[in-house]
């Protein structure tokens, strides 16, 4: 007699994968004015940027504060007088004609959205200090917070 046994064939697959984390890194470029006439009859430009670099195909979206000395609103930024308590307005701009007012997206303020390229791109602040003021002599400065969501 022949006799036959059958065992189970237990196959056991082991599936790995890694993901790898989206990440985007952000570097700002501070802005100055340099010096300036205590009543400035014109307005005084400059520029700086964010410049960011994300994993290709992440989207992005980078919003700025109002800063440490406004008053919450995005109509008009302040620096103050390093020492003292004098304001001196300016605003940030996303465009060199100065028209979108950077900002959280509240408030008639504009925020930016891109699409990750593996590479860095410099996505420009342009900044406004308003003519007719009556300023002192002396430093003025402000922070923005500049946050990146991706």
């Given at each position: 007699?022949?006799?036959?046994?059958?065992?189970?064939?237990?196959?056991?697959?082991?599936?790995?994968?890694?993901?790898?984390?989206?990440?985007?890194?952000?570097?700002?470029?501070?802005?100055?004015?340099?010096?300036?006439?205590?009543?400035?009859?014109?307005?005084?430009?400059?520029?700086?940027?964010?410049?960011?670099?994300?994993?290709?195909?992440?989207?992005?979206?980078?919003?700025?504060?109002?800063?440490?000395?406004?008053?919450?609103?995005?109509?008009?930024?302040?620096?103050?007088?390093?020492?003292?308590?004098?304001?001196?307005?300016?605003?940030?701009?996303?465009?060199s004609s100065r028209t979108m007012i950077w900002g959280d997206g509240t408030g008639g303020s504009s925020i930016v959205t891109g699409m990750g390229a593996g590479v860095t791109q410099d996505v420009p602040v342009y900044g406004?200090?308003?003519?007719?003021?009556?300023?002192?002599?002396?430093?003025?400065?402000?922070?923005?917070?500049?946050?990146?969501?991706?």
């Open positions: 007699m022949n006799y036959r046994t059958s065992l189970p064939a237990i196959l056991l697959l082991s599936f790995s994968c890694n993901t790898l984390a989206q990440s985007c890194d952000i570097n700002v470029t501070p802005m100055a004015f340099g010096s300036l006439d205590g009543f400035p009859a014109t307005v005084v430009d400059s520029a700086g940027s964010v410049n960011i670099n994300c994993d290709p195909q992440v989207s992005y979206l980078i919003r700025m504060d109002a800063g440490r000395n406004s008053n919450g609103g995005f109509t008009v930024r302040k620096m103050i007088l390093l020492g003292g308590s004098e304001t001196m307005e300016y605003n940030l701009y996303r465009d406004r200090i308003h003519a007719g003021q009556n300023l002192m002599a002396g430093k003025y400065t402000d922070s923005i917070t500049v946050t990146v969501e991706w």
